[in-house]
């Protein structure tokens, strides 16, 4: 079966430090990944997608994700975090070409000043 | 960028009652919605697949007949809960598929969502 997991439920961090928040993948054949973001109070935003080709993908914010297949991983990484980085975090991936994703658990992210 | 909007934003109802809410894809043109409930404190489930000019796709475990899906056009799809009942408040949320391209295949855009309570 399809299925996404993130690990981390909660993270506290202060600013300026580093963030990874983890997400691990299942599907057989080829796979489509997205972090989505949802801001207090807000909708979800997309904060990075990949689909293929560089395994390193950037996305907006200063956030950045690494798809490792052989470890059907695709961690999400900020060098410096902000206090406004405050949010829940998705990871979420579907099957290449296909239309449904499947979102994980999510992971609330506070960062103390 | 694309945005998709919800309507409306916050409904309570009577149990018994029946609620519409709509989703729009406003600068773009969406063959493909969908409908996700997200519970307080949880991820998204999706409910149902809904496709311009013919029948939605439902997920298992959720009733066709409970949560009517309408896509009468390319920017608009429906969610109407009938009967609604206590159990059926959540949060509702739809996404519209950008039409796939070359840099755009597959993403989802989210609406704003839509608060159910049920009385």
């Known amino acids: 079966a399809q299925s996404v997991s993130q690990h981390n439920h909660h993270v506290i961090l202060s600013e300026a430090a580093s963030l990874e928040l983890g997400c691990n993948y299942s599907y057989g054949g080829t796979v489509n990944l997205f972090w989505y973001v949802q801001y207090p109070g807000q909708h979800l935003q997309l904060l990075l997608k990949?689909?293929?080709?560089?395994?390193l993908v950037k996305g907006i914010k200063g956030f950045e994700a690494e798809f490792i297949k052989s470890k059907f991983s695709f961690n999400l990484r900020k060098p410096s975090v902000q206090w406004s980085d405050t949010a829940e975090y998705f990871c979420a991936g579907g099957p290449g070409g296909g239309n449904k994703l499947t979102f994980g658990t999510g992971t609330q992210l506070k960062v103390e000043l | 960028g694309a945005v998709v909007s919800q309507h409306p934003s916050w409904v309570i109802c009577k149990s018994g009652t029946s609620v519409k809410i709509e989703c729009r894809s406003l600068?773009?043109?969406?063959?493909?919605m969908f409908w996700y409930r997200q519970f307080p404190k949880q991820s998204l489930m999706l409910m149902a697949t809904?496709?311009?000019?013919?029948?939605?796709?439902?997920e298992q475990g959720v009733e066709k007949d409970k949560f009517l899906i309408n896509h009468a056009s390319l920017t608009l799809s429906t969610l109407t809960v009938t009967s609604a009942h206590p159990e059926d408040s959540s949060f509702y949320i739809c996404?519209?598929?950008?039409?796939?391209?070359?840099?755009?295949?597959?993403?989802?855009?989210f609406g704003p969502g839509t608060r159910l309570t049920v009385l």
């Open positions: 600068d773009f043109q969406a063959t493909t």
């Open positions: 809904s496709n311009e000019g013919s029948k939605a796709t439902y």
């Open positions: 990949y689909f293929s080709g560089d395994p």
């Open positions: 996404s519209a598929r950008e039409p796939p391209d070359w840099s755009s295949t597959d993403t989802q855009y």
